[in-house]
């Protein structure tokens, strides 16, 4: 189990991008549900009178005090330990916390490998072989908070060009990733994704992103060479923070928005763009 400030971290991510509106928690249906947006809503807990056991089947909506909402998360440790035998999600319902149906009865009964929750790649289970490349199963369409967090023996990973979303804190601490394609269809990279990927060497990042959140790329001291693309207009706090072999890394004119420290410790950053507040934490920087 990952120690409670992981947890409170990454419910607190997971909330970040929701901060705009008030959240509101509701029960409805045998599950509590807060709100993410104004169309959007997460389950974060089974209620106590669904008693925790059989079957749970998400919703792909779910209404209240007239207003309509896409079911599109679930929150850490939601599911964690009750006696769930199976699970069925809707398509959208795909940014899964840590821990969600961690020692459920359906868990326990998967079989050691990559797990799945729907279209969703859930986690890893078991103890990975030195050296383990895996390629994501075509269809799935995102892949959960922390799938591989802690892998230190995962070589490379083949992602699908269904994939749109990479959960937060994915790949961290996943020491041994050499490789990694970003397919054209994601979206969205979840903050800390790639955080302490010591050996990682060079990454794409394709044009469907157009922000590149905190702490992605967070101490991945090997890494010499990453595309920006045009597309890309945020790049967020410690995004390159300690990326100590990028000399330099090129930043398109099109970023726009630049956080505290994104590039703190990166030895040269080459930009010529609007945003203020040079030179976010980079060793130098040239214009």
């Known amino acids: 189990m990952k120690p409670q400030l992981l947890s409170f971290l990454a419910t607190s991510l997971f909330m970040l991008g929701f901060q705009s509106i008030t959240a509101e928690s509701f029960t409805t249906g045998g599950f509590t549900y807060t709100t993410t947006s104004a169309t959007t809503a997460s389950?974060?807990?089974?209620?106590?009178?669904?008693?925790?056991t059989g079957e749970v089947t998400i919703p792909a909506t779910v209404t209240y005090n007239g207003t309509t909402y896409t079911?599109?998360?679930?929150?850490?440790?939601?599911?964690?330990?009750?006696?769930?035998?199976?699970?069925?999600?809707?398509?959208?319902?795909?940014?899964?916390?840590?821990?969600?149906f961690d020692g459920t009865t359906w868990y326990n009964n998967q079989a050691?490998?990559?797990?799945?929750?729907?279209?969703?790649?859930?986690?890893y289970k078991g103890t990975m072989a030195n050296d383990t490349t895996i390629a994501i199963k075509a269809g799935t369409l995102a892949l959960a908070n922390y799938v591989f967090e802690g892998c230190t023996t995962l070589e490379?990973?083949?992602?699908?060009?269904?994939?749109?979303?990479?959960?937060?804190?994915?790949?961290?601490?996943?020491?041994?990733?050499?490789?990694?394609?970003?397919?054209?269809?994601?979206?969205?990279?979840?903050?800390?994704?790639?955080?302490?990927?010591?050996?990682?060497?060079?990454?794409?990042?394709?044009?469907?992103?157009?922000?590149?959140?905190?702490?992605?790329?967070?101490?991945?001291?090997?890494?010499?060479?990453?595309?920006?693309?045009?597309?890309?207009?945020?790049?967020?706090?410690?995004?390159?923070?300690?990326?100590?072999?990028?000399?330099?890394?090129?930043?398109?004119?099109?970023?726009?928005?630049?956080?505290v420290e994104a590039f703190s410790n990166v030895p040269n950053v080459k930009y010529s763009g609007s945003a203020t507040g040079s030179p976010w934490g980079a060793s130098s920087i040239t214009y």
């Open 71 to 100: 079911v599109t998360g679930i929150y850490d440790w939601a599911f964690h330990n009750k006696g769930v035998t199976s699970i069925s999600i809707p398509d959208a319902c795909t940014n899964i916390g840590v821990g969600a």
């Open 156 to 259: 490379s990973v083949s992602i699908p060009n269904s994939v749109t979303r990479i959960g937060e804190f994915a790949f961290r601490g996943c020491t041994a990733l050499t490789s990694i394609t970003i397919p054209s269809s994601v979206t969205t990279i979840g903050n800390s994704a790639f955080s302490g990927c010591t050996g990682l060497t060079n990454v794409v990042i394709p044009s469907s992103i157009s922000t590149i959140n905190s702490n992605v790329f967070f101490r991945c001291t090997g890494l010499t060479g990453v595309s920006i693309p045009g597309s890309v207009k945020t790049i967020c706090s410690y995004a390159f923070k300690d990326c100590t072999s990028l000399n330099p890394l090129n930043v398109p004119s099109t970023v726009t928005t630049i956080s």
């Open 112 to 123: 050691d490998g990559m797990v799945y929750i729907g279209k969703v790649a859930y986690k």
């Open 43 to 52: 389950v974060t807990a089974e209620s106590v009178t669904a008693g925790g």
